[in-house]
């Protein structure tokens, strides 16, 4: 294995993956910390860990485990992928978790860079931006977990860690990758190891791939791996043979708790094109009135694409964690998700979307799944994910995707969308 990479939710580390697919490098996307050795013909492992909304403590020794399996594995780099909106808290988890990994690793500098410019999310003079608006004017500042106030993020990052926060402005990238290196160094030898890279195109991300070709860890959005696996092909280490994707024919289900604005975008065009949809009150959750066994029954006995979602405007979600405390709803509602999918999969269901990363964790986590194989992208950062032999899914981070996702996801999983 050569690059060893650390994703903080299972809808980001397969949007890293199908960066990596899509540049050329045989990747596996490992559910947890695996048990046993990688096959010796991966290239890129990703280990995708559930790790962005727990406490900072048990999110750093999750990440140091990884660490310590992809090494055992030979990776001679190492990527830690967070989102490419950096949601965190003033508290962790970016921070705590950088800290540690360039503390095991003696690394120094080290690039942050959440930028993906094919999804909207940019860089500039340490700010981040979701297309034309700063990161707490998109739509992440009513976030029901990690609400996101402030885009600069030097002063995000500064809040979390240990380590002193410098900038590679988009001036020093524009000059090339030699000139992006001396900035970095530059940064480092005054104090600011942690640098916070501009990035406004896919260009400006393969450059900074080449400034980091030799530094032992990156971490970023899924866009800051673009340039990384050029580096290990013009050293010849690509074996150059990726797998082939194959359809999968079956039923269908989409699982939805997201409550960002696309998400709910999507469950709106749903709904327009008379889909069948079951809405998921938090009420009737927490009180019992629904179960699960009534959401896999009533999907089970659809005909289409039956929708089973969550996503509730921020007013709805804030009202309904007063009630019943924002830790306990969010822990039902995953439990709720996790029981539904292990119980449309036991039901005959063998093609699965989700939305949400959270919601995507507890499904993943409630299914056991373990090595999965990346295929096609279905969007910007969602590629189709095969488990084994009999069940393909999409993972989809909730900021993701045009409307008519859903029905185009099934229809590629499905085999009935020709892939690129």
Request: glycine share 10%; aromatic share 6%.
């Amino acid at each position: 294995m050569l690059l060893g990479c650390i994703g903080d939710d299972f809808t980001g580390s397969s949007d890293l993956g199908n960066t990596l697919v899509k540049a050329g490098m045989r990747t596996v996307q490992y559910c947890g910390v695996p048990q046993s050795p990688a096959d010796p013909a991966v290239e890129a492992g990703v280990v995708a860990l559930k790790s962005r909304s727990v406490p900072a403590a048990e999110a750093v020794a999750l990440s140091l485990r990884a660490l310590d399996w992809l090494r055992a594995q030979g990776c001679r780099q190492f990527l830690f992928k967070y989102c490419s909106t950096f949601d965190s808290t003033p508290a962790g988890n970016i921070g705590p978790v950088a800290d540690a990994l360039a503390k095991a690793l003696g690394a120094a500098p080290v690039i942050f860079c959440p930028a993906f410019p094919a999804a909207g999310r940019t860089v500039f003079q340490g700010h981040l931006f979701v297309a034309d608006r700063l990161l707490n004017e998109s739509g992440m500042e009513a976030h029901p977990l990690t609400p996101m106030s402030d885009p600069d993020l030097r002063r995000c990052l500064a809040a979390q860690s240990g380590n002193g926060v410098g900038h590679l402005p988009a001036a020093q990238v524009w000059a090339g990758p030699q000139a992006a290196r001396d900035r970095m160094m530059a940064e480092a030898h005054a104090g600011r190891p942690f640098v916070i890279a501009d990035a406004i195109r896919d260009e400006d991300l393969m450059t900074l791939g080449r400034a980091a070709a030799d530094l032992p860890l990156i971490t970023g959005g899924s866009g800051i791996a673009l340039g990384l696996p050029d580096n290990f092909r013009r050293q010849g280490l690509l074996a150059g043979n990726a797998e082939s994707w194959r359809p999968q024919p079956g039923r269908s289900a989409v699982l939805s708790g997201s409550c960002s604005r696309a998400t709910r975008g999507q469950v709106a065009r749903h709904l327009a094109n008379a889909q069948p949809a079951l809405e998921v009150l938090a009420d009737r959750v927490m009180t019992g009135e629904m179960t699960e066994d009534m959401a896999v029954g009533w999907a089970l006995s659809q005909d289409g694409l039956p929708l089973i979602y969550s996503s509730a405007d921020p007013a709805a979600v804030s009202a309904a964690q007063a009630r019943f405390g924002r830790d306990p709803l969010a822990h039902r509602l995953e439990e709720f998700f996790a029981e539904t999918a292990r119980r449309l999969v036991a039901g005959g269901v063998t093609r699965l979307i989700t939305a949400g990363g959270e919601t995507s964790g507890a499904v993943v986590e409630g299914l056991s799944l373990g090595r999965l194989e990346i295929g096609p992208e279905i969007a910007a950062g969602v590629p189709a994910i095969r488990s084994g032999n009999d069940l393909v899914l999409a993972l989809k981070s909730g900021n993701f995707g045009d409307e008519d996702f859903f029905a185009r996801a099934d229809a590629l999983l499905a085999g009935r969308e020709r892939t690129a």
